[in-house]
Each structure stands twice: as structure tokens, then as C-alpha cells.
């Protein structure tokens, strides 16, 4: 057929032939290289033509190995198995729209060969997990992260899930950005609060209207417990949820089997120590958060410290107990 493409573009086309066509697993001969490029380029060239090209490919450095069965491109940028844990990242996160995780994972897909779609089918199921509906949490991200970098200040809603299972504009907010983190499968600004004076965070994922705004920022170092900046490893080992408030010293009694999910939880900054013949461990964290943890590993912690936390669990647990025995006398 009539070339419908400049030969001189027959090297970069044999590239894109062996990214994706080939593999370790999946040679190709010259002869297959020259009927792909007349039918995917309309590029008509002659076998010995097609061997000098990847000789040209193999002296700029592409790793391109041949063998009596072929030529394939033996290495990637990234390595099938690092692309299945980062698609298994883009599949978890609940900031990620489903369809915009479909458009992620065929653009991962695109950095191995044909055949590694074919090891990845969960791909078409991104409906079936549990995803954010709010398409501009990208956008979000972009504008925040602009105002990070500009020193600028932000307006924006907040919104919760309704019954209905709809957001629903719950308050509007003006904020200093200091930082975006990721947690419990959900981006988070971390911020301060013109109103309330404290470093708050909010899911990225339920802020709608943002923009930026002119009103003046507040200092990180002018905040309680960050005058010396964000400290990484005891802001995440201090929130295993995302509250608002000051962390302070959390000390507890751990049964045995799950001391591995208080350090799953809190890192190895946690320390334990023996008394009355069992295990106590102390974290610094925030005590909202802590007290909704401890509420999920009722079965094995039991909160000491700070009294006040103690006996705030003591009560919900009181609350709940009635509220059970009410329900079975109904």
C-alpha cells in the first residue's frame, strides 16, 4: 500500500510496536514488525531496514533484546507488578471518581504491553467499589495546592452525605492551606481556620465552590502545637482519624494478639511496658480520635489516661448498653 507516513518515522513507529505488542513472554520477528507498521502506520519499508532501526534503539539505550523467535522490549518504566500495586492505589482511593479511575487505570495499562490488560480484569469494576461522586475533587487538589505554593487563603463548602446519598452543603469556610494529606483512603486539607483559630482537616473529597480568596493567612507557627512546623510522624501517628484538636498523652491496656494493629495504627513511636501483668501503651494522640478507636477495639484496649477520656468511653458505653436493652424489650 501507499505509505501514508514518512519512512523517517519507522524508528519512532517500531518503538510503539514493541511497547505494545511486545514482551519477555511475546517476541516478534522482523516480518511481524513490517506488517504492523504497513497496517497500524501505512509505512511500507524492507526487512533490513527494520533490523537497522533496532540496532538504532539498542544504541540509544532502549533495552530491546532479539533472539531466533524475535525482538521484544525486555524492560519498562515501570515493571508489571509495580503497575498492579499502583493500580491497587487507584482502585482503594474513595477520593477517585469511578470513571475517572477507569481513565487512570487504562493510562497505567498503556505503560506495559497488550497483554497485561488481560492479567488485570477487575478494571471494569470500579462501580462496585466505594467511590466519591464529586467530580472536581481533582480540580480541588489543583487549587489547593496552587494556594499552598502562592501563600493564598481559601473559600469553599462543605457538604455531607444525606439519606438520600447526596452531598449536601453543610457550612461554608475561609482557610490557610498548610498541606494535603492522604489517610484511610482519603485526601485531607490541613489547615487553619480563620474562625476557630485551630488546624483543622477536611476530606477533599466533600469540598465543593473552592476558590481563592483574598481575606489574610494564618501562620503555621502561630498555631498551638505547630510552631515549629509539621511534624509528619507525629501528625499521622497522632490521628488515626482526621480530628480537629491538640494530640496529648493516650495511655492504655492492650490484650496480647492486637498489639500488632495498635502499631499498624500508631507506628513504632507507641511504647509498651508491663503492669499488673499486662501490656500498657502509651501514644500521643488526639483524644476525639482515640476515643472513636478505642469504641472499634472495645475487645481489646482499655483506655486509662486522660480520665476524662476514660470516662467519656465509660459513658457511650452506658449509653449503648440501655439503648440495646431497650431495643429487646420492644
Not at 438520600?164 to 452543603?169: I, M, P, V
Request: net charge neutral; proline share 2%; aromatic share 10%.
Amino acid at each position: 500500500m501507499e505509505s501514508l507516513e514518512p519512512k523517517k518515522l519507522a524508528l519512532i513507529r517500531i518503538l510503539q510496536i514493541l511497547e505494545k505488542h511486545s514482551d519477555r513472554d511475546h517476541h516478534l520477528k522482523q516480518e511481524e514488525i513490517a506488517e504492523l507498521l504497513d497496517r497500524d502506520f501505512g509505512i511500507v519499508v524492507e526487512r533490513k531496514a527494520i533490523g537497522r532501526n533496532l540496532s538504532l534503539l539498542k544504541e540509544a539505550g532502549y533495552d530491546i533484546e532479539s533472539d531466533r523467535k524475535g525482538s521484544w522490549l525486555d524492560s519498562r518504566l515501570f515493571e508489571d507488578a509495580e503497575l498492579r500495586m499502583l493500580i491497587d492505589g487507584v482502585m482503594s482511593g474513595r477520593h477517585v471518581t469511578a470513571a475517572y479511575t477507569k481513565q487512570l487505570i487504562d493510562k497505567l495499562c498503556s505503560l506495559s504491553s497488550k497483554y497485561f490488560r488481560a492479567h488485570v480484569k477487575y478494571v471494569y469494576s470500579a462501580e462496585e467499589w466505594n467511590k466519591t461522586e464529586n467530580k472536581a475533587v481533582f480540580y480541588n487538589i489543583d487549587l489547593a495546592d496552587e494556594a499552598i505554593e502562592s501563600g493564598k487563603s481559601l473559600e469553599f463548602d462543605y457538604n455531607k452525605y444525606g439519606t438520600d446519598g447526596k452531598l449536601h452543603k453543610t457550612a461554608s469556610h475561609t482557610v490557610t492551606p498548610y498541606q494535603m494529606l492522604l489517610r484511610n483512603r482519603h485526601y485531607y486539607l490541613m489547615c487553619g481556620h480563620a474562625k476557630w483559630r485551630d488546624v483543622v482537616f477536611y476530606r477533599m473529597d466533600r469540598i465543593t465552590n473552592i476558590r481563592l480568596s483574598d481575606e489574610p493567612v494564618i501562620p503555621l507557627n502561630t498555631m498551638p502545637g505547630y510552631e515549629k512546623g509539621i511534624n509528619y510522624q507525629t501528625l499521622t501517628s497522632a490521628l488515626p482519624y482526621m480530628f480537629s484538636g491538640r494530640p496529648e498523652r493516650v495511655e492504655f491496656f492492650v490484650e496480647k494478639y492486637a498489639v500488632d494493629d495498635v502499631v499498624d495504627w500508631f507506628g513504632k513511636g507507641v511504647t509498651f511496658r508491663e503492669k499488673e501483668g499486662r501490656i500498657l501503651a502509651s501514644v500521643v494522640a488526639n483524644a476525639q480520635a482515640m476515643e472513636y478507636w478505642a469504641m472499634q477495639y472495645l475487645n481489646a484496649v482499655e483506655v486509662i489516661s486522660p480520665l476524662s477520656l476514660r470516662e467519656k468511653i465509660a459513658a457511650n458505653l452506658a449509653a449503648g448498653a440501655e439503648k440495646y436493652a431497650r431495643g429487646k424489650e420492644e
